[in-house]
């Protein structure tokens, strides 16, 4: 069926249900539930059908893949659990298990079912145990035990199930349990290890069932084996383990990883051992417990061997962190920390935790730092915060801390202080607790941390019995076997891949030796062929022999030996004879992405498919397609996997996307406040209704910013000069603060930052997703919306600037409004913000200091970070839960892919991270390229226990692994390889001892210093001499000092730089290309030395690296920097033997080295080396150069500026060669360019270029092109004399006289003579517009101002609204006067919940739209202010020692205050100034003694004066006087206002008392009466629902409005039928508007019909009125309501008065046209349709009346019915028209049976034979019709009217 689509149906609801098995006879094993009046659908025909629990469905494991991929199909429907479902997935691998049952929708319901079938109870068990044993689907296996922890499964189904074994009968059935209990114990074991703290009490409840029934069982003659005995006893164990644990208190949390042995191991075991650093690790000294590596000795065994590995592994990347923290917190001085340098560790100050972002892996975290004390530091080359790097964030010195590791760097965003974190699976709870506003003091360590932790969790899971090789690895022995493979009947190769292909008359030879070699026994030595044949020297064919016959094979390779070439023909044969080995693929490992680059672009020479690429990104464009990114990239690819893959992809993917949504904007605005400063009307619900008030009304809002934000003004940021008079901060830059200088990148020759090359080997492929940030466009729109002052981006300023113009304010100048954002991204960064008590002691906002109030405003930023932080954190953990799973899933994926290959190759990076995928692949043979630079324990996590053939190829003479601690390195011998360690413990290997790479001057540096046979291949003695330079080798001599750079971690030498690139750019004019010149240099520092050196146009393609970044390269000629020189003699890591190795065995014609050898020369083997070239003459001060040209002269160079003698590369001598110009050759003696084919010559052109004898003025080597010189010719088109250019024609010249013609308007044109005149005159003059106002427009526009076309006018509306204030719209806005905009200034009133209407200035105030701030002890309020609080009905809380309320919350208290003193003592240890059951107050007698007895009501300072708080401002008041204050019903004075409705008040700073517990009586009262209020201003909610059904009722009725104003309909359906939030007031403003609409829908309908141009001005009116009832708003002021329907009625009389002159049609006198004529001026006319004017237009419809009857026939629409009613009833078509338009009808049929002539006008009117005269026609004017009765049309219809009653 390939190629076809299923066409799905969708189930309805009912047919969706389906049931689970019950005891009553279904299969499965869950009771039946009733059906009660469901129809049964049969399901369609469908490939592996099988019954679930309940119902059917398809298999959830098998079934066709839909045609178009997982990636577009669908959610899989959700089918049950059955039996027959259990019993086929367990025929299935673990991991397939676990991933089918964790994205089973149907799981969970099976779970929660209180009584299972046994058989399904069974096998659901099983299902678990069997799922719970995959090793790399951890977290579908978490989820899966969290559905199984949390379900009635656990709770009730197994105890039920044990405790039925006690009773069980059937002897087949009793000896099936201890397998049950087996399965019942193992998912046990793995609930207590996951989740022990929530899933204790359920599993030790079950645990307590199982001895009884076990007892039972075996009393009753069934055997358990000893196995299952002792782990029953040992999940015993632990869980009374985990029981007392919870007993001590000392089990809180779950630990989140799955201990896959059940009870951990003993203390001091390295399998329990955290790989993160612990609490007592960085506050303890003690030394961890070490072994060393052992060389050449063998290990006690796996365990021991395996332990030493993982703590050393471990220490070395703990210990630098472990120190620095301890050196660091033994800074006791914070300005102290900041200068300091640590040796270990970098430290960061100030970092919060900003933002969350999504990403591929799961949740990231924008974390931000402070830079200042990093100016320094150059982030791009820098290695601080790698990717992959740990991170330890701290805020409380480390007595708490974080574990996070860098996920995204960018050079940028570093600058700036971001880097985006990726916090630890531990770490993650902690985050709940961590606020944006938290300061954090941040820690790295330079390790690369995924690696580490991929290695260690490899080396705890590695069981000792499944490490191969052992007794090579752990026990030493020198024999070693043949691969396992082999030793049966499989050691016989075809070996003809391996045969060179000779020329000549050996081929014949050669084919015959061909068929001989074809079954070659490698076992037996006789039978190989020669090393001739096999194209390879004696020392590559013992390596190629060893590598196939010995399960471990070493094969050193010296530099230049070919060990890449000899690993090749490993894998060539190995891959041609694969029977042995089966179908598992070769595994090659190498160090870095370069090497396996080399090595599979050689495996796809002679394999050209089935390659696996699994590394950083590939710089290899063959490649590229077999990279696991590219792989799955592939249409094909989702088709392919499996059916369980795809259906939990889309499944998890899914709730990751839901996840992502609501994160992501929640994100976005948290992230909104770091990027300015936030608009006022964002933070009120953190800002208190005082400090709300006293900001609203401390500014005029005639001089606001153009934002309109108070805040701005308030922080001194505003555009007014006030506000500009703000003192800059203190750490804002100085004026005269030099910019940080930048390299012109472009100019300089691209060189690969060292940050950037290490990323590359950390990331792999596919790691680097393409991240998606924000558009820009909507990250800016976003915060225009929430800040009023952007720090970034120039399109907001441009906007102000406009908008200021506009409108008249201040202009903020551009070098001022930079000032302002650097002060506020200073402000911004500070830590420093009020507490919530000082906040609440400030009564003036405006009286506060800068400084103050600054801190006031991060106070506020702080509440509103906090309140969304709250909201995100429930998203995230479920996101970071589908990410987790997703990576998963994606292991599994690539788990397929990497199944299907034959060869597979990684990097060491990518191995670490795919170490659980490659212990299910099992490759048997593995290949480690570059193996004696990979750490031992790398190379063990890569083999898997189905590895029987492991080749190590490397040389541990050149580069060695390297490690993070000195320490572990020397004395523990961590650096040393599995390589070098086998090598040295006597295993059989063989070193290459031909090298095919180096002249032999320079081979003779390292032979015998460092290799004491490599010996020269004859390939290597043809190689020409250096031109240019008398020796091939040499090494210049100096003694410039170096300089450190890089925070003291690197070092430059200027001078060897210098030289280094003069050097470069003599040799590339000798004619070398660029690719053939490597430069080299020991440090990274000196790399970017070069870096500023090294132009792009003059150095492009020269190669420029760091030593050890160029192991495995080589080049035609090296140039290498050595660095180091000191006084001290410090040679750094110079003095290793392998770095000097690769150093000077890259080169393979050139070397050419400068350095301080005098210094280098105190270590041992740099002196042997120097001794070898002094011999030789080749080192000393000075290269000697020798001219090409000129052979005899000859130059020495000792520094850069030596080269001056020679600047093109030859000698000091002129070229003097004549050139093809005839010129000289101007350049110094040039090697290059010999026949100066490229040289350009600069000497001016002589030759001629026209008649008048101009002479060329471009130089010699440009073209010469037309005569350019101007002469003096008069144009023929107008007579002027122009200046033209020689060769141009005159004609041809657009003459550039001024343009003296008049334009048709009078004005003078101001183009040139040559152009053609304007069209539209661009002059500037007054016109009078249709409004009456005089606006300046274009010449060309003010003509067609006078035809009519409208133009906005921009005059100020003089109007003055209901209000009393000025409209504040314009002439245009206001519709010239017809709608004014409405008032913009606040409304002041104080509403009844106590705030102040925040609505614009109106007549009635609508409900508080704020949030209710009515709370008690149990709960607030969730609504808005102006809706009705529900009543709390929690009992009341206001009891102490003496009285206790016995009500409810929300009633009058029935106790009385009490007077006692309170007991309580405060924090201080002094006594509580308060009274008996009232909150303590904050403030103490003795400590606040001055505070509290300042005089307020007079009792302050009298003996026993108690005090009492007020919860919602905090104050305190002496409890006599603030008891008559609260009792006192007329404290105002007024009678009227002491009737007035209103909460009482803060005597101290006016904050409404809402929640106390002593004056809860009065509060509950006056909230009472507050309620009461609202609910009549609200309406009752019965009300509401009548009236708004009756809207709804009425606009359904409403079809007309549904035809002709569809939106505005179903706008105010939505309204009606939405959210039960309406109001009497919001009816109210809905029936209006359902109304109007009505109305202009019927003026609509009418206009419509309008068929000439008079009705556009109509319809242009109808569409505004449309458009300005579309605007939102609460309701309608007394004035809109108004004017909308003044203006209404006069389109009403606009449409009628239209209406009557259309049926007029041309026929109106003079007099009736001028009536016309006045009314429709006074009908389209500007200004508000008063009274007067329609009294005036009613009097002059009605006279028109009589003379314009509403239609075309001289009769009124009455009229015109009655007669149509008259003569031919209900029935259509009968009237038509003569040639002239006269009407006459044709009565019965309709059809024309006869002619007559029409009594008007004579003309033939009527037909014959039912047909009508051609000139005649249909009149529907009279009746409507669209066709005659009598026609096609009408027998059409009657034939379907026949048909449906036939169906019928």
Not at 1538 to 1564: D, E, F, H, W
Not at 1806 to 1817: F, I
């Amino acid at each position: 069926m390939e190629g076809r689509h299923l066409r799905l149906r969708r189930l309805r609801p009912a047919e969706q249900r389906q049931e689970l098995p019950g005891r009553g006879g279904a299969p499965g094993g869950l009771p039946r539930q009733p059906r009660m009046g469901r129809r049964i659908v049969p399901p369609e025909p469908q490939r592996n059908l099988q019954r679930g629990a309940g119902g059917t469905g398809p298999q959830r494991g098998g079934g066709r893949p839909s045609p178009r991929g997982a990636a577009r199909q669908g959610p899989p429907q959700h089918q049950r659990i059955g039996a027959p479902f259990l019993e086929e997935l367990l025929q299935k691998e673990p991991s397939e298990v676990a991933i089918t049952l964790a994205s089973s929708p149907g799981l969970e319901e099976a779970l929660s079912q209180t009584a299972l079938r046994p058989h399904f109870l069974q096998l659901l068990c099983q299902a678990l145990r069997r799922a719970c044993s995959s090793r790399t689907d951890r977290h579908s296996i978490q989820r899966l035990l969290g559905l199984v922890k949390e379900s009635a499964f656990l709770r009730i189904c197994l105890p039920q199930y044990v405790a039925g074994m006690l009773t069980e009968t059937v002897p087949a059935v009793r000896h099936q349990y201890p397998q049950h209990i087996a399965d019942i114990v193992a998912l046990v074991q793995e609930l207590a290890g996951v989740f022990p703290a929530s899933s204790i009490q359920s599993v030790a409840m079950l645990m307590s069932l199982l001895p009884a029934s076990v007892n039972a069982l075996r009393a009753s003659g069934v055997d358990f084996a000893e196995e299952a005995e002792r782990e029953l006893e040992r999940v015993q164990a632990y869980v009374q383990h985990l029981q007392e644990r919870r007993r001590e208190g000392t089990l809180r949390v779950d630990s989140q990883t799955r201990v896959g042995g059940g009870p951990k191991g003993e203390e001091g075991d390295y399998r329990a051992m955290s790989i993160f650093p612990t609490y007592q690790e960085l506050h303890q000294e003690e030394r961890p417990f070490l072994r060393p590596n052992t060389l050449a000795q063998p290990y006690e065994g796996p365990g021991v061997y395996l332990e030493t590995h993982f703590r050393l592994l471990r220490e070395d990347f703990v210990r630098p962190m472990r120190e620095g923290i301890v050196q660091l917190l033994q800074c006791a001085e914070q300005q102290g920390l900041r200068q300091r340098r640590f040796d270990d560790i970098r430290v960061y100050f100030n970092a919060r935790i900003l933002a969350p972002t999504c990403s591929a892996t799961g949740i990231e975290y924008k974390v931000q730092f402070d830079t200042k004390p990093l100016r320094s530091v150059r982030w791009e080359n820098s290695k601080r915060l790698l990717y992959g790097s740990l991170i330890c964030l701290s805020k409380d010195g480390f007595e708490t801390f974080l574990f996070a590791t860098v996920c995204h760097r960018e050079s940028r965003e570093l600058q700036e202080g971001l880097v985006h974190l990726s916090f630890t699976e531990r770490s993650r709870p902690l985050l709940a607790e961590a606020w944006p506003s938290d300061s954090f003091l941040m820690v790295e360590t330079a390790a690369y941390f995924e690696a580490y932790r991929h290695v260690l969790q490899g080396l705890q899971e590695l069981r000792e019995e499944e490490l191969p090789f052992q007794r090579y690895i752990v026990r030493c022995e020198a024999e070693v076997a043949a691969p396992g493979y082999l030793r049966g009947s499989g050691s016989t190769y075809d070996l003809r891949c391996l045969l060179g292909k000779p020329d000549g008359p050996e081929e014949e030879e050669e084919e015959h030796k061909q068929g001989e070699i074809s079954a070659v026994n490698i076992l037996n030595p006789q039978q190989w062929p020669s090393k001739e044949a096999l194209g390879l020297d004696e020392s590559q064919k013992e390596a190629l022999c060893l590598a196939l016959t010995k399960e471990l094979a070493i094969i050193q390779g010296p530099p230049g030996t070919g060990k890449t070439y000899v690993g090749l023909k490993i894998v060539q044969a190995l891959l041609d004879n694969n029977t042995g080995w089966g179908r598992s693929p070769i595994l090659v490992v190498c160090y870095t992405n370069h090497a396996l680059d080399q090595f599979l672009e050689g495996i796809h020479v002679f394999q050209k498919k089935g390659i696996v690429r699994v590394g950083g990104r590939s710089n290899s464009e063959s490649l590229k397609q077999f990279t696991l990114r590219e792989l799955r990239s592939q249409g094909q690819f989702r088709k392919d996997l499996p059916h369980h893959l795809r259906t939990a992809h889309f499944s998890v993917s899914s709730q990751m996307q839901e996840a992502q949504d609501q994160l992501t904007k929640e994100a976005a605005i948290l992230e909104c406040g770091l990027n300015g400063v936030l608009h006022e009307r964002h933070l009120r619900n953190c800002i208190l209704d005082r400090h709300w008030e006293s900001l609203a009304g401390g500014w005029d809002e005639d001089w606001l910013n153009p934002k309109g934000s108070l805040i701005l003004e308030w922080l001194g940021l505003g555009a007014t000069p006030f506000a500009r008079s703000a003192p800059d901060p203190e750490e804002a830059e100085p004026p005269g603060a030099p910019e940080e200088e930048e390299d012109p990148e472009g100019e300089l020759l691209p060189i690969p930052e060292e940050a950037a090359l290490i990323q590359e080997e950390r990331l792999l492929d596919s790691d680097q997703r393409q991240r998606r940030p924000r558009p820009p466009r909507e990250v800016a729109e976003l915060e225009n919306l929430f800040l009023a002052l952007r720090l970034k981006g120039e399109a907001e300023d441009e906007a102000d600037k406009q908008q200021a113009g506009k409108e008249g304010v201040w202009q903020i100048q551009p070098g001022q409004k930079k000032k302002i954002k650097q002060r506020v991204k200073a402000e911004l960064q500070k830590q420093d913000r009020m507490t919530e008590a000082e906040a609440e002691a400030v009564q003036d906002i405006w009286s506060l200091d800068w400084g103050s109030r600054w801190r006031l405003y991060r106070h506020w930023v702080h509440k509103h970070q906090t309140e969304i932080r709250r909201k995100i954190l429930r998203h995230e953990e479920s996101y970071q839960v589908a990410a987790d799973r997703l990576a998963e899933l994606r292991l599994q994926e690539d788990l397929w892919v990497l199944k299907q290959a034959q060869i597979v190759g990684m990097t060491t990076t990518g191995a670490a991270r795919y170490r659980q995928v490659l212990q299910e692949v099992g490759p048997r043979v593995v290949v480690v390229e570059e193996a004696a630079e990979v750490l031992e324990a790398h190379t063990i996590t890569t083999l898997s226990s189905s590895c029987q053939h492991l080749i190590l190829i490397g040389d541990h003479q050149q580069l060695r692994p390297s490690a993070n601690v000195y320490d572990l390195a020397k004395n523990f011998h961590l650096e040393v390889s599995l390589f070098e360690r086998l090598v040295k413990a006597g295993l059989p290997f063989v070193r290459l001892n031909f090298q095919h790479r180096m002249r032999p001057e320079i081979a003779r540096l390292l032979t015998p210093h460092i290799y004491q046979d490599l010996e020269n291949h004859p390939s290597v003695l043809q190689y020409e001499n250096i031109k240019g330079v008398l020796s091939n080798l040499f090494f210049v001599e100096h003694n410039f000092p170096e300089q450190e750079i890089q925070e003291g971690r690197s070092h430059q030498n200027p001078h060897e730089a210098h030289f280094l690139v003069a050097l470069c750019k003599y040799l590339l004019c000798q004619g070398y290309l660029p690719s053939q010149i490597t430069i080299l240099t020991t440090y990274t520092g000196q790399l970017f030395c070069l870096r500023r050196l090294l132009p792009a146009k003059t150095f492009d393609g020269v190669k420029v690296h760091v030593v050890d970044k160029y192991q495995g390269e080589e080049n035609d000629i090296v140039l290498l920097s050595l660095v180091r020189s000191n006084p001290e003699g410090r040679v750094g890591f110079l003095q290793a033997s392998n770095r000097i190795c690769v150093a000077l065995s890259r080169a393979r014609k050139g070397l050419f080295c400068i350095g301080n050898l005098g210094m280098l020369s105190q270590v041992p083997l740099w002196s042997k080396i120097l001794h070898t070239l002094r011999e030789k003459g080749q080192a000393g001060h000075a290269l000697v150069l020798s001219c090409q040209n000129h052979p005899e002269n000859r130059t020495e160079v000792a520094r850069a500026a030596d080269f001056d003698e020679v600047p093109e590369g030859g000698c000091s001598r002129p070229c003097e060669a004549r050139l093809n110009c005839g010129h000289a050759c101007t350049r110094a003696c040039h090697p290059y360019d010999p026949l100066h084919q490229e040289f350009q010559c600069m000497k001016p052109c002589q030759k001629v270029l026209c008649q008048d004898g101009h002479r060329c003025p471009e130089r010699c080597f440009q073209p010469c092109g037309k005569c350019k010189v101007k002469v003096p010719k008069t144009l023929p088109q107008c007579g002027h004399q122009q200046q033209v250019p020689c060769t141009t024609p005159a004609e041809k010249f657009c003459c550039q006289e001024p343009c003296g013609r008049v334009l048709r308007c009078g004005h003078k044109c101001k183009l040139t003579c040559g152009q053609e005149c304007a069209r539209r005159c661009p002059e500037m003059v007054p016109v009078t517009l249709m409004c009456g106002h005089s606006q300046e427009v274009e010449c060309s526009t003010a003509a067609e101002v006078r035809d009519g076309r409208p133009v906005h006018c921009q005059a100020k509306c003089p109007s003055i609204l209901e209000c009393g204030h000025m409209c504040p719209g314009s002439c245009h806005s206001c519709f010239a006067g017809r709608f004014h905009q409405p008032c913009q200034r606040a409304c002041t009133r104080l509403l009844i919940c106590s705030h102040k209407c925040q609505q614009p200035c109106t007549s009635d105030c609508p409900p508080c739209q704020r949030p209710c701030q009515n709370r008690c002890v149990h709960s607030c309020c969730q609504k808005t202010c102006g809706e009705p609080c529900p009543p709390c009905m929690e009992p009341c809380e206001w009891r102490c020692q003496h009285y206790q309320c016995s009500r409810l919350c929300s009633e009058p208290c029935n106790r009385p205050r009490c007077e006692a003193a309170c007991p309580k003592r405060l924090l201080c240890g002094h006594p509580c100034a308060g009274v008996c059951g009232e909150p303590c107050p904050q403030k103490c007698l003795v400590c606040n003694r001055e505070e509290l007895t300042q005089i307020f009501f007079g009792f302050e300072d009298e003996p026993g004066t108690r005090f009492v708080q007020l919860e919602d401002c905090g104050h305190v008041f002496e409890t006599q006087g603030l008891d008559c204050y609260m009792d006192d019903p007329e404290e105002e004075g007024a009678e009227e206002q002491s009737m007035a409705v209103k909460l009482k008040v803060c005597p101290a700073c006016q904050t409404p008392i809402r929640k106390n517990l002593r004056y809860g009586a009065l509060v509950k009262k006056s909230l009472a009466e507050v309620e009461l209020v609202k609910g009549k201003i609200q309406g009752r909610p019965e009300e509401i629902a009548s009236g708004a059904q009756r809207l709804k009722v009425a606009l359904e009725e409403k079809d007309i409005l549904k035809i002709y104003m569809p939106k505005e309909y179903e706008q105010l359906l939505k309204q009606l039928e939405g959210p039960p939030a309406l109001s009497i007031q919001r009816l109210g403003y809905l029936e209006n508007l359902l109304g109007l609409y009505a109305w202009l829908a019927e003026l609509t309908k009418a206009a419509k019909k309008g068929d000439s141009g008079e009705w556009e001005g109509a319809k242009r009116r109808l569409a505004e009125v449309a458009g300005w009832l579309r605007r939102p708003r609460l309701s309608f002021t007394g004035q809109q309501l108004d004017e909308i329907q003044r203006e209404v009625l006069r389109l009403s009389y606009l449409v009628e008065l239209l209406g009557r002159c259309q049926a007029a049609r041309g026929r109106m006198d003079n007099s009736a046209e001028g009536t016309v004529s006045t009314l429709r001026q006074l009908l389209e006319g500007p200004g508000k349709f008063n009274p007067d004017d329609e009294q005036l237009v009613k009097a002059e419809m009605e006279a028109l009346k009589a003379v314009l009857p509403t239609s075309g026939l001289g009769i009124s629409e009455a009229e015109k019915q009655q007669i149509v009613a008259a003569v031919t009833g209900t029935s259509r078509g009968h009237w038509f028209k003569c040639p002239n338009g006269h009407i006459y009808v044709i009565t019965e049929c309709g059809g024309a049976m006869e002619r007559r002539q029409c009594p008007e006008c004579q003309a033939t009117i009527g037909g014959d034979n039912h047909r009508l005269e051609a000139d005649n026609q249909l009149a529907p004017e009279m009746d409507g019709a669209t066709h005659a009765a009598w026609s096609n049309e009408a027998n059409d219809l009657l034939n379907v009217a026949v048909a449906l009653n036939w169906m019928d």
